[in-house]
């Protein structure tokens, strides 16, 4: 297992060395080898699938510009997710910007799939829009995808005590808000 | 892996991974894929690559020629400050005041005539 480890971190090393001269190709590896990773950190800190999307792009996109100055010693995915993050914070804030503008009395909802008739996903919704911006991404990145405390630490650069605490303060948001909840059964 | 554990079983957790599940499809990755590579190719494209290619050596070059344009302003100064202190301090080859030669004035006009008349004499 280790070896497989050491090995594809091999690889990677030789992928970032060969983009970092240029090669096209191997930069398109790299995003093939990171892109659901990716996604999966920018869609914990934005609110709906589209945002994901563009915030993964926008990330791949900086992380081609900064590449020069990565190390490639330096583990590729950490340095990506940091990235990711960053793009989604940003643009996280750009639409509170626009929706302050336009919206000012509405939470910002997720995308609307035609097909939600369940009622926890709804209330769970609108419970995680709720929540701070780093409070979601810390429970979901945590609960959801299963990063530790310290590599969510490294990617929203905050200490790992804080994302300790964030996770626990965002659990306890999200018990008091959906305590009057309970899921229908199947006989209601 | 959660602790949120609201209703007794994990529905909590259960729910949130349906929420945020990424696409499964293989086509929606290799599309989004494409589209991360188009706008890397258009960043590539663009004029600010060259730009930003030669952007270091030229920041390197403008440097260089500053710091040697400055040390040939610094020789410069420092020949002529030498120069000026050699003169003040050099001694003088004068043993007089300089002769300051001047032109016999030649006698002209009607007067100056009759005053050569006279000499003549």
């Known amino acids: 297992m280790s070896d497989r480890n050491a090995s594809s971190r091999a690889e990677e090393r030789s992928l970032v060395i060969a983009a970092q001269a240029g090669n096209g190709e191997a930069f398109a590896s790299l995003v093939r080898l990171h892109q659901r990773r990716a996604y999966a950190v920018c869609r914990a800190i934005v609110l709906t699938h589209e945002d994901a999307e563009d915030a993964v792009q926008d990330g791949f996109l900086h992380a081609y510009k900064a590449l020069g100055r990565f190390l490639p010693d330096q583990p590729f995915g950490a340095w990506l997710f940091r990235i990711m993050a960053n793009a989604s914070l940003d643009l996280v804030r750009r639409r509170k910007v626009r929706d302050a503008d336009e919206l000012p009395e509405t939470i910002a909802m997720p995308f609307r799939d035609p097909g939600e008739a369940d009622e926890l996903r709804t209330r769970l919704k609108q419970a995680l829009a709720k929540l701070g911006e780093r409070q979601r991404a810390v429970i979901v990145l945590h609960d959801i995808e299963g990063f530790t405390h310290g590599e969510i630490g490294s990617m929203l650069e905050i200490p790992e005590g804080t994302a300790r605490s964030d996770l626990h303060h965002a659990r306890a948001a999200l018990r008091k808000l959906l305590q009057d909840f309970r899921p229908p059964t199947d006989d209601e | ?121």
């Not at chain 2, 609201?6 to 086509?27: H, K, N, V, W």
Request: hydrophobic share 45%; charged share 20%; no cysteine.
């Open chain 2, 1 to 121: 892996m959660s602790d949120l554990n609201l209703f007794g079983d994990d529905e909590t957790t259960r729910g949130m991974r349906g929420l945020y599940a990424a696409p499964s499809g293989q086509a929606y990755w290799n599309e989004l894929e494409s589209r991360i590579m188009a706008r890397v190719a258009e960043v590539e494209l663009g004029w600010w690559t060259e730009f930003d290619r030669w952007l270091k050596p030229a920041l390197f070059t403008a440097a260089a020629l500053v710091i040697m344009a400055g040390v040939a302003m610094f020789r410069t100064g420092q020949s002529r400050n030498n120069a000026d202190l050699e003169d003040l301090f050099a001694p003088t080859s004068v043993a007089g005041a300089p002769v300051e030669a001047t032109a016999r004035p030649t006698l002209q006009g009607p007067r100056d005539a009759a005053l050569r008349f006279i000499l003549s004499r």
